[in-house]
């Protein structure tokens, strides 16, 4: 199984940008899609964005425009890029990624995105 590292999280103002980074480690496993998910306090996780091993996209609506999610095959690192942040985009991040021979998925440990109005 894949071990996942995230980084980038912090204090941002609003308007503001921030690049959230997910590696992927270990050994013996094919990645393929990956994604992001965020949880809000009191609310459930939801997902932000996906991105195929072939590189195929899909955001949820309330980030389109203003998020990118891309992905570095050849470091198995997945980014989320923020830009225009809303107090309201304030989560916990947490990285997946699904992988084939074993079929599995693993999570990063989260990181804490906090947008200051």
């Known amino acids: 199984q894949a071990q996942l590292v995230e980084s980038g999280g912090g204090l941002v103002q609003a308007g503001g940008s921030r690049r959230l980074s997910c590696a992927a480690s270990?050994?013996?496993?094919?990645?393929?899609?990956m994604g992001w998910y965020r949880q809000a306090p009191g609310k459930q996780r939801e997902l932000v964005a996906v991105?195929?091993?072939?590189?195929?996209?899909t955001y949820v609506d309330p980030v389109k425009g203003r998020f990118t999610i891309s992905r570095d095959n050849g470091k198995n690192t997945v980014y989320l890029q923020m830009n225009s942040l809303k107090p309201e985009d304030t989560a916990v991040y947490y990285c997946?990624?699904?992988?084939?021979?074993?079929?599995?998925?693993?999570w990063g440990q989260g990181a804490q995105v906090t947008v200051s109005s």
């Open positions: 270990g050994s013996g496993f094919v990645l393929n899609a």
């Open positions: 997946y990624a699904d992988t084939v021979f074993p079929v599995s998925r693993s």
């Open positions: 991105i195929t091993r072939g590189g195929s996209t």
